[in-house]
């Protein structure tokens, strides 16, 4: 399988390190082809990886990952291409976070948006499914670093593009009963909105090794 990867942060490599690892094929995409960050990961993930543009990686991938900053995710594919997109499964992991001067935070948009929606309105022929915003970037892809059940949550339009998403999570290590199925996509919109908790409590703990784990009555 091939994926193409929007963004060459520290979530995108940790992501495209774990498919690489996978056997899967990988290209990192940025605003540039001579993005640094890009290059030296592609220089040390061997023949899988590979770096290039938004468009690039959107037009390699045939699934594809969204790990910008939520603020510019929308604007990051445009630049991948609504034509690189279409019919694609697009997973969205971007958190829409707002610091003021003062270090307060603030989510743009909340409550009534979600940048998942944004996406899946922007681009209504890719298949966005919202997860992996809820939690570090290590974790996402190696569950077992924490003992016990936790839980992710997928939501999205398309009943066939959250199983696929659910199955590659399933290859992170994610068994899928501790994954929770939101609903559609406007289940983004909570997803997003624990991001502020999530960032108290990661105060609280002194790390970010933690994660959301839910019990229910029987």
Known sequence: MRYGIIGTGGVARTIADRLVGLGQEVTLGSRSKENEAGA????????????????????????????????????????????????????DLSNPLVFSAEGELTLDPVNTDSVGERIQREFPEALVV???????????????????????????NDADAK???????????????????????????AMEMMMPFWIRL??????????YAFKRAR
């Open 40 to 91: 030296a990961w592609a220089e040390q993930a061997g023949p899988g990886g590979h770096h290039g543009t938004f468009a690039d990686a959107a037009e390699f991938g045939e699934v594809v990952l969204n790990a910008t900053p939520g603020t510019v995710a929308v604007e990051a594919l445009r630049a991948a291409g609504a034509g690189h997109l279409a019919g694609k499964l697009l997973i």
């Open 130 to 156: 919202k997860t992996l915003n809820t939690l570090t970037a290590p974790l996402m892809v190696d569950p077992a670093r924490l003992e016990g059940e936790h839980n992710l949550f997928v939501a999205g």
């Open 163 to 189: 199983a696929r998403t659910v199955a590659l999570l399933g290859t992170f290590g994610w068994p899928a009963q501790w994954v929770i199925d939101l609903g559609d996509i406007t289940g983004a919109r």
């Open 202 to 211: 990661m105060g609280a703990f002194g790390t970010a090794e933690f994660n």
